[in-house]
Every structure is written in C-alpha cells, then in structure tokens.
C-alpha cells in the first residue's frame, strides 16, 4: 500500500465526529472504498465513492473526494464505540485489482 | 447464503510443510483474490483469479500458487511453508463485470503460523 497513505491511529471521544484521511498517488482509480475490519474479524465494504463526485453521504457516514489534492476522507458522525475497528482506504488499481492503504485504527473512548 | 467461507479458522504448522487454505464462494461470483495482512503493511494481493480457469499472479506471488478449477473454490496452495509466511490471508471475489462497482467482498481470514 505505499501509495495509499493512512495514519495509523485515531482517538475519538463517544458522541464527536471522527475524520480518517488518506492520500494516493494515482489518479486513474475509477473507484475510492472505506472498508472497516473489526477485532479479529474479516473486512466488509463501508461505502464507496466514484472519482467523479466530490462528496457522498450514507446517514453517519460523509465521505469527501479532493481530486486536486489527491485526498480521501471519511467522516464518522457521533461516533460510537462500535464504531471501533480498523477502517482501510482502498482504490481500485490495474484491471478490477485493489490497492489497500495500511489501515487507520480507531479507538472510540467512553 | 453463506457469501463467502475460509477453512481452516488458523493453523500452525512446521516450516517445510504443505499447506492449503481453502475459500469458496456462493456467489456465483467471477474474480476472486487472496490477499495476506500483515501489521503496518495493509493487505498485499498474493494471487486473483478474473474468471474460472485463469490465474494471475499479485503483488507477493512467490512461494505461493493457486488454482481455478470452478467458479466456486479458489484454494491457495504454500509448498514449502516458511516463517516469513505466518500472516492472516483473506480470499476476497467480486463481480467484476461492466457496470458493477468491482466491490470485493471478503471472507473471515485464516490465521496461519508457521514455526
């Protein structure tokens, strides 16, 4: 994943919003996913966004595409401790290949 | 529907074994993946397959080999295992015709660990 870029950790309060951010090198992905892994288990799809819009929401969750500036970004409002889980920005790449970035971890504080 | 299924759950096994994970869809699905995660390195793509009868290899083939014999089971195969092989591998299919979202859809993981 060394040209999909995510911090590795976030720490979030119960009830605020949480913004994980990523940045990619390449600009040809059709499509931008969020999948969420939680403890010990296997990854499902969060949402997805095609590289032509600029924003998408799905009730708490907003993401916001910068093609500019070749940035992704998810927004978790009131964030709940279920909430916790690794959360990977991931594009597609040649053919219907996928690039994962490393990963964000999210702890969600009581 | 199950989706998607890994067998086994983990395994620990001695370095120089053969070892197979198995995965099988229900989908009916025609590309399917197999990725192994490592800590600080995301998920790294070993071998994918677009279509029953066809193989490609990822990003991290060596030491690895698969087979499509079916739509249905993409089992991944380590000859000889080492210990730089302990990881967790997730199989992954998508229905990667024109239209779709190319969304992958992922089983639950084998943790392997070879000594």
């Known amino acids: 994943g060394e040209d999909v870029e995510q911090s590795l950790f976030l720490s979030v309060r119960e009830g605020d919003s949480s913004v994980i951010n990523c940045t990619y090198t390449?600009?040809?992905?059709?499509?931008l996913y969020w999948y969420k892994q939680e403890p010990g288990a296997g990854l499902q799809l969060l949402t997805y966004?095609?590289?032509?819009?600029d924003m998408k929401q799905d009730q708490r969750l907003t993401v916001l595409l910068n093609k500019k500036d070749k940035h992704l970004s998810l927004r978790i409002a009131d964030t709940q401790t279920g909430d916790s889980a690794i959360y990977f920005c991931v594009r597609t790449g040649g053919g219907n290949k996928l690039t994962f970035g490393t990963g964000t971890q999210l702890k969600v504080e009581l | 529907i199950a989706g998607i299924t890994q067998a086994p759950t983990s395994q620990i096994l001695a370095a120089g074994r053969r070892m197979t994970l198995r995965c099988t869809q229900d989908m009916r699905h025609n590309a399917m993946y197999w990725y192994r995660q490592d800590l600080g390195l995301g998920l790294r793509l070993i071998h994918y397959s677009n279509t029953a009868g066809t193989t490609g290899k990822g990003e991290v083939p060596d030491g690895y080999s698969v087979s499509r014999a079916n739509t249905d089971d993409f089992p991944l195969t380590l000859a000889s295992a080492v210990p730089s092989q302990t990881s967790v591998y997730f199989c992954?299919?998508?229905?990667?015709?024109?239209?779709?979202?190319?969304?992958?859809?992922f089983g639950p993981g084998t943790r392997l660990t070879v000594l």
């Open positions: 390449d600009s040809s992905s059709t499509y």
């Open positions: 992954a299919s998508s229905d990667s015709m024109a239209g779709s979202t190319d969304t992958q859809y």
């Open positions: 966004i095609f590289s032509n819009m």
